[in-house]
């Protein structure tokens, strides 16, 4: 067997031990290629500090209490802090978490052997590794995630950045059809641009028995299922206002955010509460009795990347519905795998709700379809990549 190709990941989205799904996408990548044995690697996850009082910013407050360095799953982390500046430091973001962090990240190398940087997220992670890898002379791969270049590339400045660092990376990564064509219009060469969607775990992310599925959710009637933050981007409004147009269907929205105080007020004004349930968010492996218990998960975004939670859902044989929006089409290619709603309302859900309804998948084959999205694929692409990058 080759020598483990050694690399340092960098990336401001890496759980930690305070907020545990904080770019878990991140980590469920990296654990694969490492389980491999083809791909050794650290971590260097930085995290913003805003130096004032935890009662008066409370999100600085919780990020203080993050640990300085840890082991994740047999792979070490540590946690770096750099000055950010709330509201008005979007451009120089970059700039501060450069110089926050290339020490850290230069010993982090010198004690790893990484020969290459792998970056995700391309603002302001990817802009700063660019430099850091001039710096150290290694080359770097950064990967887009999705809003990173659906919305903060819509500011001139951070725009201008993300090209150039683009330019400058070794290789490009995408997770979707729809960001590299976004990454095209932005004027980055598509020679450079790797297409390795993310991959669901079909282990952990399966059907389980009603009686399972029931004892974890106490879901019980027909119910649409909403997974992931609770903010208005995410379109939890759109699904409980179509619920005044569906009868017989009952809402669980499963996350957290600071959208969820005005969703509870949508639905207790609406009278709605007795048919909408907010659990919060819940363990992720717990996540696939949900899905089994629903009749169908709902994502009613208004920008994605490739949407995990549609995989997952898929995985667990309950179809979707989704926006047509970001990477959404290509997991719902196919009416096993559910629908894709016309336009982004509450009228275009219940429409599609109706329909999926007239012409449900069959038992199966929803799960059938995920199958065809496992890791494999995606990691060999990536670590053969990463060896040619290496040569």
Known sequence: MTEPLKI???????????????????ENRLRRITDTGEISAEVVAPVPWFPFKQDIFGHYGSLAQIENAGQRFGLSVDYPRYLTIPKIGMSVAPELLFRGTLKRVKQAVKNSGAV????????????????????????????????????????AGPRKQIIDAANRAAAVIVISLALRDRMIELGIDPGRIHVLRNGVDLENFKPVTTEDAVAVSSIEKPTMLAVGNTLSSKGQDIAI??????????????????DRPAFQQLASELGLSDRVRFVGRIPQNDLKCWFSAAEFSVLASMREGMPNVLLESVACDTPVIASNVGGAPEIVASTDAGRLM????????????????????????????????????????????????IG
């Open 116 to 155: 290459l940087i792998d970056a995700h997220y391309f603002y302001p992670d990817g802009v700063a590794a660019a430099k850091i890898g001039e710096a150290l002379g290694l080359p770097v791969v950064i990967t887009a995630r999705g809003s990173d270049i659906n919305l903060i590339a819509e500011y």
């Open 8 to 26: 340092l990941t960098y990336s401001t989205l890496y759980p930690n031990r305070v907020h545990p799904q904080h770019g878990i996408f991140v």
């Open 241 to 258: 206002r179509a619920l005044t147009l569906i009868e017989d269907l009952d809402l669980v929205i499963v996350g957290d955010g600071p």
């Open 342 to 389: 016309d336009a982004r309302s509450p009228e275009a859900l219940a429409a599609a709700i109706q329909d999926l309804r007239a012409t449900p998948p069959e038992p199966g084959m929803t799960r059938k379809w995920a199958e065809r999205f496992g890791w494999e694929p995606t990691i060999k692409a990536q670590i053969s990549l990463y060896r040619e990058i």
